[in-house]
């Protein structure tokens, strides 16, 4: 069965300060994607990332970068210069089967990043 | 539209009635996707349907939830005899369907809540 497991249920950060949100996964398909995901207090679901577990290099984003720890089953979100407007819920995901249509994607149940100025 | 579609964008009903939950996915989007978040909480899978394939109903809570997608595009979310519990943002999410890392759009979501 997969899992999704995001420890830091709250983090707050000074402004201009980087940020590393936690994220483990448990899946026996050697073949998966992951994902992450910003929610502002607005509610709508923001696609940030995607890392495949075959790819050889981190996926990153602008500010975005992920560090992905195939050994460990770790795929934390790295936030540079973080900005107040980075205020939100952010959720991990992941999807078995990285080539698929076939699998569903399940979500962590989040952490909540505060930016302080 | 530009974008994921959902109807009504708030349902308050009272326990033991039945409900339904509309999505319009993007056009030409074979992948959709139910799911709910309670307050302050991730979200929880509920349904999966990917073109013509069986949908993926591993996420429903209980027999009392449905859902269906007609034509392959616009999809219903049933509830019957609702139960408190059920309070929720109800969100749906579509995808060209190809899998890998493609983008999940996700609608605005459908609040409800049972008095």
């Known amino acids: 069965a997969q899992k999704i497991t995001q420890t830091q249920p709250g983090m707050f950060v000074q402004e201009k300060e980087a940020v590393t949100l936690d994220c483990t996964y448990d899946t026996s398909d050697p073949s998966y994607g992951l994902f992450w995901y910003k929610q502002p207090s607005s509610g709508e679901m923001i696609f940030l990332i995607y890392?495949?577990?075959?790819?050889?290099q981190n996926a990153t984003e602008g500010r975005y970068s992920l560090n992905f720890q195939k050994a460990r089953k770790s795929a934390n979100l790295v936030i540079s210069a973080s900005q107040l407007g980075d205020s939100a819920m952010y959720f991990c995901a992941m999807r078995e089967g990285a080539n698929s249509s076939a699998s569903k994607i399940i979500f962590g149940s989040g952490t909540r990043l505060s930016i302080r100025p | 539209g530009a974008g994921v579609s959902q109807s009504p964008s708030n349902k308050v009903t009272e326990k033991g009635k039945d409900v339904e939950l509309r999505c319009d996915p993007i056009s030409g989007h074979t992948a959709l996707y139910w799911y709910r978040q309670s307050l302050g909480q991730g979200l929880e899978f509920l349904i999966y349907f990917q073109g013509n394939s069986a949908p993926d109903k591993s996420g429903l809570p209980s027999d009392r939830f449905s859902a269906e997608r007609t034509g392959g595009s616009v999809s219903t979310l049933t509830i019957q005899r609702t139960q408190q519990e059920d309070s929720a943002v109800y969100l749906c999410?579509?995808?060209?369907?190809f899998g890998g890392g493609e983008t999940q759009y996700f609608g605005p979501g459908t609040r409800l809540l049972v008095l």
């Open positions: 890392q495949g577990s075959y790819d050889q």
């Open positions: 999410a579509s995808s060209l369907g």
